[in-house]
């Protein structure tokens, strides 16, 4: 599937890249973390993101878009897989592929709806992401705000609307003194935690 994108895709590297993403799709419809794993909203979100951002890949996310609208629980929210109770990560990143699609809005609405009543009131929001039990922090604000944020201005909330003021106050309350973001409190400051809240930050800055 993956390999019949056309003249656009003709450099080894994106060709090499394309056949490394085609052995963790799953029957055309979606990614897997894992080869011959199910797919699953986080990781088919992310690549439906990079590939949305080149010429020609339109026929590429059709399917695992519309997977993705079809994943969505009852109360608006996006769960890791389908089915899976709903958080914040799943929900930001389902939030944003869908925005621009047809038939999307009303879905976009609801999950919209369901980041913002999830929204705790100090503006950060807390998520249950890691599959993997021994991985279940209550509380990952590097990861789950910055995200969050994104999807709510992509989706159309005004910078300086209630609910994205407070999830920005969030992210910068969490800065360490070393101008880094922990993953937890307990933890250093990490590269990728800091890189997700300047994504966050940047977008905001960039539209400010």
């Not at 490394?20 to 699953?40: I, K, M, P, Q, T």
């Amino acid at each position: 599937m993956l390999g019949e994108v056309g003249e656009k895709f003709e450099s080894d590297l994106i060709q090499g890249l394309l056949a490394e993403l085609d052995r963790f799709c799953v029957s055309g419809e979606g990614w897997s973390a894992d080869v011959g794993g199910r797919r699953n909203v986080y990781d088919t979100s992310l690549v439906i993101l990079g590939l949305s951002r080149w010429k020609g890949a339109n026929k590429l996310i059709a399917d695992p878009l519309r997977w993705i609208a079809g994943a969505q629980n009852a109360d608006g929210g996006f769960g890791f897989k389908k089915g899976e109770n709903s958080n914040v990560i799943c929900t930001s990143l389902a939030t944003m592929v869908m925005k621009g699609h047809d038939e999307a809005a009303e879905k976009i609405r609801k999950a919209v709806n369901w980041l913002t009543r999830s929204q705790k009131s100090d503006g950060s929001w807390d998520v249950e992401f890691e599959p993997n039990p021994n991985y279940r922090y209550g509380h990952w604000i590097h990861y789950s705000a910055p995200y969050a944020v994104l999807a709510l201005i992509n989706a159309g909330f005004p910078l300086n609307s209630p609910v994205v003021t407070r999830g920005v106050n969030a992210i910068l309350a969490r800065q360490h003194e070393s101008g880094g973001w922990k993953i937890l409190d307990d933890y250093p400051p990490f590269t990728h935690a800091t890189a997700h809240a300047l994504v966050a930050l940047g977008e905001i800055y960039r539209r400010s």
